[in-house]
C-alpha cells in the first residue's frame, strides 16, 4: 500500500508544481499505465441526439405491423396480377427526407397517400426493376417471357396504369395498422419525377421500411416511408398492441383475417358416375356417359369436396349460375350436380 501524504507534503508539492520543480509530464513508465484511456475529443450534443434517433431509437413492435402490411401486400398483388408475389420486410432506417430523395436517383416510382389521421402522410417506392414487371403483367405479359428492366422514368401512360395497383395498397396499409390506430388512406398521385414529392421539409427526419419482393424469379425492393414525428405521437400505442393479459388477441385476428382471405375451389354437382380404368381408356369421342342424376332434383356445391349447400341451377344475365336454397344434409340424399 502507497503511503498516504500528510497535510504539509501536499502543500510542499503544489507549491513545487506551482513552480515548475516537479514535472506534471508522464515518464514512459507513467505512459506504459495510460493504454486504457483515450483522448479527449470535442462532442456536439446536437449531433450525438441525431445519430441516436437515426440508428437507435426504433418505434417498438413495428416489425409485428411491417410483417403484416407484407403478408397482406403479399396477397393483394397476387390476386390482382394473377402471378404469386411474395413480399418479406428487411430492414428499417431513419435519416433525412432530402438524403433518402437522393439516394434513389430518380429511380422507380413513388405513390403518395394520405394516411389520415396521421400528419404529413407516406410514401411507398418501388424500383424499376419492380415498376416495370407488374406494368407487364398488368399488359397481359406471359410468365414464359424474361421481364424487362428499363432504365428510365414511368411515361405518363404507364403512370396511370400504375396508379390502379398502387391504389390497391390503402387497404393493406389500413389494415395493417389497424392493432394500433385507425387510418383512412387514399392515394393521392404517383409520381416519376422525385423532385416534386415533398411531404415535410427537406431536413425532416424519416422512417424507411424496406420490403424484399420475390415475383418471377425476380428479387426487387419496395420502400414504405413515413415521417418520424408522425409516427413518435403513437409511441405508447405501439408499446400497449402486445398486451402480456391477451397476447393472443391479435394473433387471432391476423390469423382470422387471413383465412377469410384464402382462395377455395367450388364446385356445383349434379351427377356422378364410377368408371375402371379400362372404360375410361376406351372412351372416344361420341359416346355417351349415364349419369345417375334427376334433372328435378336440386345440384349439390361442393366446397373443397366437401358438400355444404344445395342449389338450383339456372341462368343470370345470359350466364349460367346456381341459386342456393338451403345447407347439405346427409338425410336430404345423395349428392347432385355436374361440373
Excluded at 428479387?219 to 402480456?244: C, D, G, H, T
Excluded at 356417359?289 to 336440386?298: A, H, S, W
Aim: contains cysteine; aromatic residues 6%; charged residues 25%.
Amino acid at each position: 500500500m502507497e503511503p498516504i501524504l500528510s497535510k504539509d507534503e501536499i502543500a510542499e508539492l503544489l507549491k513545487a508544481v506551482k513552480e515548475g520543480r516537479v514535472s506534471t509530464d508522464l515518464t514512459d513508465q507513467d505512459q506504459s499505465t495510460s493504454k486504457y484511456f483515450r483522448p479527449a475529443e470535442d462532442v456536439d450534443l446536437f449531433e450525438v441526439y441525431g445519430t441516436i434517433k437515426s440508428k437507435g431509437a426504433r418505434i417498438p413492435n413495428i416489425d409485428i405491423i411491417l410483417d403484416d402490411f407484407a403478408r397482406s401486400v403479399s396477397i393483394s398483388t397476387t390476386n390482382l396480377l394473377q402471378r404469386t408475389f411474395h413480399v418479406s420486410h428487411v430492414d428499417i432506417s431513419v435519416e433525412p427526407f432530402s438524403d433518402f430523395l437522393t439516394s434513389l436517383n430518380n429511380e422507380g416510382a413513388i405513390a403518395i397517400y394520405n394516411v389520415d389521421p396521421i400528419k404529413n402522410g407516406c410514401l411507398i417506392h418501388v424500383d424499376n426493376d419492380l415498376a416495370f414487371i407488374m406494368l407487364e403483367l398488368m399488359l397481359g405479359s406471359s410468365s414464359q417471357i424474361e421481364p424487362l428492366t428499363m432504365a428510365r422514368s414511368l411515361t405518363a401512360i404507364e403512370k396511370q396504369l400504375f396508379e390502379n395497383t398502387m391504389k390497391t395498397y390503402t387497404q393493406d396499409l389500413a389494415r395493417a395498422f389497424k392493432p394500433v390506430i385507425n387510418l383512412s388512406p387514399t392515394m393521392v398521385k404517383v409520381e416519376n419525377n422525385f423532385r416534386l414529392v415533398q411531404i415535410v421539409e427537406p431536413n425532416t427526419e424519416v422512417t424507411i421500411m424496406k420490403f424484399k419482393v420475390r415475383v418471377l424469379d425476380k428479387i426487387a425492393r419496395m420502400l414504405l416511408i413515413i415521417p418520424y414525428e408522425s409516427l413518435e405521437p403513437l409511441r405508447n400505442l405501439f408499446k400497449e398492441m402486445v398486451n402480456i393479459d391477451n397476447p393472443v388477441t391479435i394473433w387471432t385476428d391476423i390469423l382470422h383475417r387471413e383465412l377469410l382471405e384464402m382462395k377455395t375451389t367450388m364446385i356445383a354437382q349434379s351427377g356422378t358416375i364410377d368408371m375402371n380404368i379400362r372404360q375410361v381408356m376406351d372412351l372416344k369421342a361420341g359416346d355417351f356417359l349415364q349419369l345417375d342424376y334427376d334433372p328435378d332434383q336440386p345440384v349439390t356445391i361442393i366446397i373443397e369436396d366437401k358438400p355444404k349447400f344445395f342449389a338450383v341451377s339456372g341462368k343470370r344475365h345470359s350466364k349460367k349460375a346456381v341459386h342456393i336454397k338451403s345447407r347439405y344434409s346427409n338425410r336430404q340424399g345423395a349428392i347432385h350436380g355436374i361440373t
